[in-house]
């Protein structure tokens, strides 16, 4: 059996996750990271980005709307913003959301924040990806 590690993800909301895992990959801002169990001592913001988790040989995906990652030699901790699994994703409602940023983003009004809606549409995009599976 491999090594596990404890992982806790939180939300404002909610403790998004909590439990045993092998791995984890999550997107920094300075690119993809793997976590093994005895990693050393890390702080670092996270990206807008699939977390992707390994829990008893099987990978699951969930969208992450950035955040900070702490992790120890036996313990990582996300705080995040907003985390969703492919099945709590209304995929409608980020296709709309995509829909406006790239609309914003085209069309640019003066009171239009070019970094909120690029944000947006990394937020939509990231959802829509974990909710098809791709």
């Given at each position: 059996m491999a090594s596990t590690f404890q992982l806790e993800i939180v939300t404002p909301d909610r403790?998004?996750?909590?439990?045993?895992?092998?791995?984890?990959?999550?997107r920094t801002i300075q690119g993809d990271m793997g976590i093994l169990k005895d990693h050393?001592?890390?702080v670092s913001p996270l990206e807008i980005g699939v977390l992707?988790?390994?829990q008893n040989g099987k990978y699951k995906e969930a969208a992450c709307a950035g955040g900070f990652i702490q992790i120890k030699e036996d313990k990582t901790t996300i705080i995040t913003d907003s985390a969703e699994w492919p099945?709590?994703?209304d995929i409608e409602r980020a296709k709309a959301a995509k829909k406006r940023a790239e609309e914003h983003l085209k069309n640019p009004q003066e009171?239009?924040?070019?970094?909120?809606?690029?944000?947006?549409?990394?937020?939509?995009?990231?959802?829509i990806r974990v909710a098809k599976g791709e």
């Open positions: 403790r998004f996750f909590e439990g045993q895992v092998e791995r984890i990959v999550v050393m001592f890390t992707k988790i390994k099945e709590e994703i009171n239009t924040d070019a970094l909120r809606a690029k944000a947006a549409l990394k937020r939509a995009l990231t959802r």
